[in-house]
């Protein structure tokens, strides 16, 4: 039954209405994906991936969440595994998170993606905790007011919008940068990225933003600051090195300064543009 669930754009890239492909590598970094069944491209229930083999973490996730079937399952008892249909060394693991303050953070956020039929969100639930989905983050990280900034996008955006048939697909992932701190032999991503897009009144709109965690002295793992900026998303796409299929930079229309210390950050829900 499980080959039968609908997987985020593999089967199912019209979710909003519109046909929205998955972002595409650039050039610099295609070589560094790994490949399943001859595609960068990794199927889950309810969100897809491009795994950076080099980093072993993933370079994007893309996730659909359907609010009108949404589920509340525990996860009491899932553990936390590499995916057995690529290659072990390709993956981070249990090894960068043992015996220290580091967190397993999910990129796809196992909320969003427990919906539909009870058996397809089991399984999606069960999805959600490979590690190709995880990125380390500090656990005061977690606790701070503006990581719950962070963690509540996709509430806040359905609390203030009147979003079309209470539908949003959702992209997120790390930025990956050469002087990110080096800990257990594994490069600490120390910024990420989300773009939720959604219709509002017929109108297809593309939210971005921009965490900022900037590890001053990993080798102890203290949290020096991080910041939550809207970004455009063009910037998103410079960072990430991919780009979005046009349909999706055409849906945004923020207009941001160039540089981020021209910038307010985000310091509640309330700031965040919709628009």
Known sequence: MCQNLVLIYAANPGFLGTRIDTPRLTAAVKDDAVQ??????????HFSLSLNGVRGFAFWVAWNIDGTSLKKLPRRG???VKDPRLPDEAQIGNELYEDNPLDRGHLARRADLLWGAPLEAKKANKDSF?????TPQMDDFNQSSKRGVWGRLEDALF???????LKVSAFG???FQEDDRLYRD????????KVLTFVEQGQLKAKAFLLTQNLNQLEAL???EFRVFQVALSEVESRGRFRFPAVLRNADTLTVP??????APLENLADIDWR
Do not use: M
């Open 258 to 263: 160039e540089s981020l210390t021209d910038r």
């Open 186 to 193: 594994v490069q600490i991503p120390r910024e990420f990225w």
């Open 130 to 134: 490979h590690y190709t989905n995880i």
């Open 159 to 165: 609390a203030e919008v009147e979003v079309d048939n």
């Open 36 to 45: 399943l069944n001859d595609t960068d491209v990794i199927p889950y229930t």
């Open 78 to 80: 899932i553990k936390f």
């Open 222 to 224: 203290e949290l020096d």
């Open 173 to 175: 992932g790390p930025v």
